[in-house]
T-cell receptor, first 112, second 111 residues
Framework: KAGVTQTPRYLIKTRGQQVTLSCSPI?????VSWYQQTPGQGLQFLFE???????NKGNFPGRFSGRQFSNSRSEMNVSTLELGDSALYLC???????????FGPGTRLTVT | DAKTTQPNSMESNEEEPVHLPCNHS???????IHWYRQLPSQGPEYVIH???SNVNNRMASLAIAEDRKSSTLILHRATLRDAAVYYC????????????FGQGTRLTINP
C-alpha cells in the first residue's frame, strides 16, 4: 500500500508570509502527527490529530496550526513566517495498533 | 516523558554486530521501548519495540534489562545502509500518538 505522502517536498517562502503543508496518511490510518526538525532543536512534536480532532499539542506558538479532514488527510499552517521556521516538517500516521510506524519524507521549508 | 541517555556517536565495521545502548531509568511501568532510526535525508523509520521480553524482527533485536532501566538495540550484521541516527523512545501511545525524540546515536559504518 502507498506510504505517507507529503506535499510539497520543498518550499521557499519569505518572512511574514504564511504556508500550508499537506499530509496524506496511509489508507485506513486515522491518526496524523506532525514534527519539526531543525539542526539546533532536533525532532520536536507539533501536534496530533485523530478523527478530525486535535488530540495533543506540542510547545509551539499559536502561529502553528493544523487540521484534519474527514478522509484523514491533514494540513498544517504556519502564519507570519520567521527565519527560525526554516526546517524539515514531517508527518506520521498510525493505525489501530497505535504505534507510529510510518513517516512521510517531509517538506523542506526555507524562509528567507 | 521518560528521559533517555544515548551515546552521541558510535562507529562499527560492515558485517559486524552493533550494540546500541540506551538508558531510560525513569521509564514508567506502562511504557514500551521503541527504537527508530533516521537515514540521511529521510524521515524517521520504525525499527522495533518491546515491553519486557527481548524482541526480534527482520531488522534488529531488542534486549531489555530485567529492571527495564536500559535496553540495547542489536544489529546482527551491519551494512552501509544501517548508517543512521538511532533514537530510543519510551512511550505507551496512550491517548495520543506522540514521540519525544532525544539526540539519538549517530552510527557510522565503515566499509
Amino acid at each position: 500500500k502507498a506510504g505517507v505522502t507529503q506535499t510539497p517536498r520543498y518550499l521557499i517562502k519569505t518572512r511574514g508570509q504564511q504556508v500550508t503543508l499537506s499530509c496524506s496518511p496511509i489508507s485506513g490510518h486515522r491518526s496524523v502527527s506532525w514534527y519539526q526538525q531543525t539542526p539546533g532543536q532536533g525532532l520536536q512534536f507539533l501536534f496530533e490529530y485523530f478523527s478530525e480532532t486535535q488530540r495533543n499539542k506540542g510547545n509551539f506558538p499559536g502561529r502553528f496550526s493544523g487540521r484534519q479532514f474527514s478522509n484523514s488527510r491533514s494540513e498544517m499552517n504556519v502564519s507570519t513566517l520567521e527565519l527560525g521556521d526554516s526546517a524539515l516538517y514531517l508527518c506520521a500516521s498510525s493505525g489501530t495498533s497505535g504505534i507510529i510506524k510510518y513517516f512521510g519524507p517531509g517538506t523542506r521549508l526555507t524562509v528567507t | 516523558d521518560a528521559k533517555t541517555t544515548q551515546p552521541n556517536s558510535m562507529e562499527s565495521n560492515e558485517e559486524e554486530p552493533v550494540h546500541l545502548p540506551c538508558n531510560h531509568s525513569t521509564i514508567s511501568g506502562t511504557d514500551y521501548i521503541h527504537w527508530y532510526r533516521q537515514l540521511p535525508s529521510q524521515g524517521p523509520e520504525y525499527v522495533i519495540h518491546g515491553l519486557t521480553s527481548n524482541v526480534n524482527n527482520r531488522m534488529a533485536s531488542l534486549a531489555i534489562a530485567e529492571d527495564r532501566k536500559s535496553s540495547t538495540l542489536i544489529l546482527h550484521r551491519a551494512t552501509l545502509r544501517d548508517a543512521a541516527v538511532y533514537y530510543c523512545i519510551p512511550t505507551n501511545f496512550q491517548g495520543a500518538q506522540k514521540l519525544v525524540f532525544g539526540q539519538g546515536t549517530r552510527l557510522t559504518i565503515n566499509p
